[in-house]
């Protein structure tokens, strides 16, 4: 198997999510050009127990919302929050 260009990226888990994993901050390998959809699927990996909750989970980056589809440069940092409902 050929290896390609492998990237860092630190991936911030909410309050929500951190209660599930076992850190609130993982440092993940994903390929280069890798999208928040592969970073979803990784983390999904690393830390099981968050899996389920990926669903609804909205993705921030550099501030920002960002889609699934965005790619990710090496050094990024994601936070993955649970969205809040009030009443």
């Known amino acids: 198997m050929a290896s390609s260009e492998a990237m860092q990226v630190r991936v911030r888990l909410g309050a929500g999510l951190a209660t599930l994993a076992h850190a609130p901050l993982l440092s993940l390998e ?44 090496a050094g990024d940092e994601v936070a993955l929050l649970l969205p809040v409902s009030g009443g």
């Open 30 to 73: 994903l390929e280069d050009g890798a999208t928040v959809a592969d970073l979803f699927e990784r983390v999904g990996e690393a830390a099981p127990d968050v899996a389920p909750a990926l669903r609804s989970v909205l993705p921030v980056v550099a501030g920002e919302h960002a889609e699934r589809t965005r790619r990710l440069r």
